[in-house]
C-alpha cells in the first residue's frame, strides 16, 4: 500500500527541472512549447489597460504577457520564493525598471557606488533627469547606508557581489536598515544566483537577474528578471512592459528555461572549478591579489559563508604585468575567450580598468576613489569561470600570466 504523504513543495534542484513546465495539456508535449504569438484570440472582450492586468487575465497580446515567459517567470517565482516575477528583455531593462516604475521625481535613492557599469550610469545620469536623486555610497557599510538616507529616501539598492571586486553587501542588515526608515530594498543578485543566495528569505523586498549570466548560462541569450511581492510586480509590469515594451523575447525565454535546468549542476561545476583556479593563482608569483568570495584571504569571507550558499565562479585577479597581459590573452588562449559578460558555460576574462571604471562609470572621488584603488590597483581582470576542465583553465593563464 502507498503511504500518503504530506504534499511538500520540490526541492530546488526539482524546480530547476519542472517548476513552471507542465505537460501541454492539448499535445502532451513534454518539454515547453515556444509559443511566438503576439496575439491570442480571446473568448471575450478584454481591456487593453495595463491597470486592468490581474491573474485572470487571459493572453491577449505579448507585450502583457506570453505562454513560454510566463513558464520561466513562474520556474524563477518558485526558485527565489518570491510572490512573483517579471521576465524583461535585458538584465539593465530589468534594473531600470525597478526604478523607473516604482521612484518619481522629488523621491531619493540609495545606491552601491560600485557595480555593473550599466546601472551606475542609469543612477547618474538618467535618474537625475527624471528628478530622481541618488546617493552612491558603499553599501557593505550599514553605517554609511544610514548616514546616507533621508526623508524621501524609497529604495535602497545594492548588488552583491558587486562588480568588479566582489565586494559583498549585508543582505540581512540592510533589510533592517530599510524597513526602520520604511524604504524598499533591492538586491542585483546576479552574480550570486538563487542557488548561493535568496535575498527575499533575508529580508529585501526586489530581487533582480541578469538572465544573460548564470541562470541562461550559455551565452546565448539576453534576458532579464525582477521579483518580489504581486503588489509591486504588477506595477513593474505595467510600467515597463505594457507602457515601456521591454519585453524578453518568447525565443529568449525558451533557451533561458533550457538552461536554467542545469543551474543546480553547472553553479556546483563553477564553484569547484574557481576554487582551483583561485588556489592557483593565490599561489602564483606573478599574481598580486585574488578576490574570490571562497577563498579564506577574502576580506569578507565570513559574509559569504553566512550569505553565500554557492561562491559561483566569479573572481578578479591583479597581475603584477596588468593591462600589458590583455594582448597576450587575445593571442594565446586556447580555451578561455577574451570577452566581457560572464556566468556562461565557457570562461571568459575582461580587463576592468580601474582608469576607465572610475572616470566613465563610478566617477568617485575623495575616500571612496582611494578605497577603490586599494583594492583594484590600476585594474583587474575579471574571471567567469568557466565549466570546462580546470586545468585547461589554468594551462591558459600559465601561457600568459609568467612568473
Ligand atoms: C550583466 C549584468 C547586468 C546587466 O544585464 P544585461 O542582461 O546585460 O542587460 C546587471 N547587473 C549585473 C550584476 C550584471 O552582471
Redo the contacts with the bound molecule.
Keep these: 500500500m502507498t503511504k500518503p504523504m504530506e504534499p511538500r513543495s520540490p526541492r530546488t534542484a526539482t524546480v530547476c527541472v519542472h517548476g513552471g513546465e507542465k505537460p501541454d495539456p492539448v499535445t502532451g508535449a513534454s518539454s515547453p512549447n515556444l509559443v511566438m504569438s503576439s496575439s491570442y484570440a480571446v473568448r471575450e472582450q478584454v481591456s487593453f489597460s495595463a491597470c486592468d492586468i490581474d491573474d485572470d487575465t487571459p493572453f491577449v497580446y505579448s507585450r502583457w504577457g506570453n505562454p513560454t515567459v510566463a513558464q520561466l517567470e513562474t520556474k524563477l517565482r518558485l526558485l527565489e520564493r518570491a510572490e512573483d516575477c517579471v521576465c524583461l528583455?535585458?538584465?539593465?531593462?530589468?534594473?531600470g525598471a525597478v526604478f523607473l516604475s516604482l521612484l518619481s521625481s522629488g523621491d531619493h535613492a540609495v545606491v552601491s557606488e560600485i557595480?555593473?557599469p550599466?546601472?551606475a550610469e542609469l543612477f547618474r545620469d538618467t535618474l537625475p533627469r527624471f528628478g530622481i536623486e541618488v546617493s552612491p555610497v558603499d553599501t557593505s557599510d550599514p553605517d554609511a547606508v544610514e548616514t546616507a538616507m533621508r526623508p524621501n529616501t524609497r529604495l535602497l539598492w545594492c548588488?552583491t557581489p558587486?562588480?568588479p571586486i566582489m565586494r559583498l553587501s549585508d543582505i540581512s542588515a540592510l533589510a533592517a536598515l530599510a524597513r526602520e526608515r520604511g524604504c524598499l530594498l533591492g538586491v542585483?543578485s546576479?552574480?550570486a544566483t538563487p542557488i548561493a543566495t535568496r535575498p527575499l528569505d533575508l529580508g529585501a523586498d526586489l530581487v533582480?537577474h541578469?538572465?544573460?549570466?548564470y541562470i541562461g548560462g550559455h551565452g546565448d541569450a539576453?534576458?532579464?528578471a525582477v521579483l518580489g511581492s504581486h503588489q509591486l510586480i504588477s506595477r513593474i509590469r505595467g510600467e515597463s512592459a505594457v507602457h515601456q515594451g521591454a519585453v524578453l523575447s518568447p525565443f529568449n525565454a525558451w533557451m533561458i528555461l533550457r538552461g536554467a535546468a542545469t543551474l543546480p549542476l553547472r553553479m556546483r561545476a563553477h564553484q569547484e572549478n574557481a576554487a582551483v583556479v583561485a588556489r592557483h593563482l593565490e599561489g602564483h608569483p606573478a599574481v598580486e591579489r585574488v578576490l574570490w568570495p571562497g577563498l579564506a584571504s577574502f576580506p569578507q569571507h565570513d559574509l559569504a559563508r553566512r550569505q553565500m550558499d554557492n561562491f559561483s565562479g566569479m573572481m578578479a585577479f591583479a597581475a603584477k604585468a596588468g593591462r600589458s597581459l590583455v594582448e597576450p590573452m587575445i593571442e594565446h588562449f586556447e580555451t578561455i575567450h577574451y570577452a566581457v559578460?560572464?556566468?556562461h558555460h565557457r570562461t571568459l576574462i575582461y580587463w576592468m580598468d580601474t582608469g576607465e571604471l572610475l572616470e566613465s562609470s563610478y566617477r568617485l572621488q575623495g575616500g571612496p576613489r582611494a578605497r577603490y584603488r586599494e583594492t583594484a590597483g590600476a585594474g583587474l581582470f575579471r574571471l567567469s569561470v568557466g565549466i570546462e576542465d580546470p586545468r585547461d583553465i589554468i594551462d591558459d593563464l600559465e601561457r600568459v600570466i609568467g612568473g
Design positions: 528583455a535585458s538584465g539593465m531593462a530589468a534594473t557595480n555593473y550599466g546601472s548588488e558587486a562588480n542585483d546576479t552574480f533582480v541578469s538572465l544573460t549570466k539576453i534576458g532579464g559578460s560572464l556566468g
